[in-house]
């Protein structure tokens, strides 16, 4: 018998679909998973075994296959353990849903006893896959992020067996909704501000100067003068942050597995690299590409302090992020496509001995 749930994967800062199909056979105890998947979905196999049997069922002594379809797209990470489990329970007959599986999307990581860990990228797959019009099963650490895509049927669950008790109509789970206005509404308070600097008054009119016009800025001073001071503030007197943008910035940060405070992020963000960080790092790549620091300063700020302390070829890979305001990333399969708008600010001593 073949069992067919649905999940999804991120390729960029967008989300897919993906069946995923389990089937058991007669033939040796086996699991072999096809679709392309890396080495976190293979050994989805040992935590879903694990997780099976600490929750009260018997995991089937058969050869298991599992496809990830679309076959010929590469994909990462754990969130496929819940629905590779609960494809083996309903293949193996322990698991006969009362309510269509198929309206669902599944995602989360299981634990060898069986409870649901939080996965990251829940935001863009949930907005990419609405439009599929089905409800989403999730983990529960994950629903307050997934509920800023409003509208939809949001279903928190802690572990395994609470899942099939409620497939099984034994059990209910309200949806979680939230009010994307309110949430936007609410902007919380930073631990710095631009009104607390006493003095500097050349500099903060140079840098207001800078973010009314949408400038870069570079600061030039001794150690001990205030510039990464000045910098970490600079965030405080950008305008705040409308709501689509909260949603794109959201979703980049929820790809990269960042925590906030909050669900959304309603702060512009400031990212400060160290000056050993690689080129990739720096504008993202990888060979399932990821979001780099220019990303994640999209709609903010990124400051490189000890600037010419950069390596040459990690400066000039920021030439295409300054002029287009994006980052292409080419691979053979693909072209990913990453926003990267943000204000760069650098500061450096003004000679290398620190001394003027």
Avoid: W
């Avoid at 073949?2 to 989300?15: E, K, R, W």
Wanted: charged share 20%.
């Amino acid at each position: 018998m073949v069992a067919t749930l649905f999940g999804g994967y991120t390729l960029g800062i967008d989300g897919f679909r993906v069946s995923v199909e389990v089937d058991i056979s007669d033939g040796l105890p086996s699991v072999t998973v096809v679709g392309l998947a890396n080495t976190a979905v293979k050994e989805a196999r040992d935590r879903v075994k694990s997780a099976i049997k600490n929750s009260g069922f018997k995991y089937p002594a058969s050869k298991i296959t599992v496809n990830l379809a679309p076959a010929d797209v590469k994909k990462e990470g754990a969130l496929f353990d819940l629905p590779i489990a609960l494809g083996i329970l309903i293949s193996s007959n322990q698991l006969r849903p009362f309510r269509d599986i198929g309206r669902y999307f599944l995602f989360g990581e299981l634990s060898l006893d069986g409870s649901i860990r939080p996965v990251r990228g829940i935001l863009p797959l949930v907005l990419s896959l609405s439009k599929y019009g089905k409800a989403f099963i999730l983990p529960e650490q994950n629903v307050a992020e997934a509920s800023i895509a409003n509208k939809l049927d949001i279903l928190g669950v802690k572990n395994l067996k609470e899942v099939v008790l409620f497939l099984e109509k034994k059990s209910d789970i309200l949806p979680l909704r939230v009010n994307p206005d309110e949430s936007a509404a609410r902007h919380p308070a930073t631990e710095t501000d631009f009104s607390e600097i006493k003095g500097q008054r050349f500099v903060k009119r140079a840098l207001e100067v800078a973010v009314s016009g949408g400038h870069n800025i570079l600061m030039i001073g001794p150690p001990g003068s205030g510039k990464t001071m000045l910098a970490k503030r600079i965030p405080t007197i950008l305008p705040p942050l409308p709501y689509p943008e909260m949603i794109e910035t959201t979703k980049i940060h929820s790809i990269c597995g960042l925590p906030h405070a909050t669900p959304l992020v309603r702060s512009r963000p400031f990212r400060a690299p160290h000056h050993t960080i690689s080129d990739v790092a720096m504008v993202g790549g990888g060979s399932i590409p990821r979001p780099g620091e220019v990303s994640l300063a999209h709609n903010g700020v990124l400051f490189l302090d000890e600037l010419p302390e950069f390596p040459r070829h990690v400066l000039e890979a920021l030439r295409e992020p300054l002029e287009e305001g994006a980052v292409l990333i080419s691979r053979a399969h693909s072209s990913i496509h990453f926003p990267a708008q943000f204000m760069l600010v650098g500061a450096m001593n003004p000679c290398p001995c620190g001394s003027e």
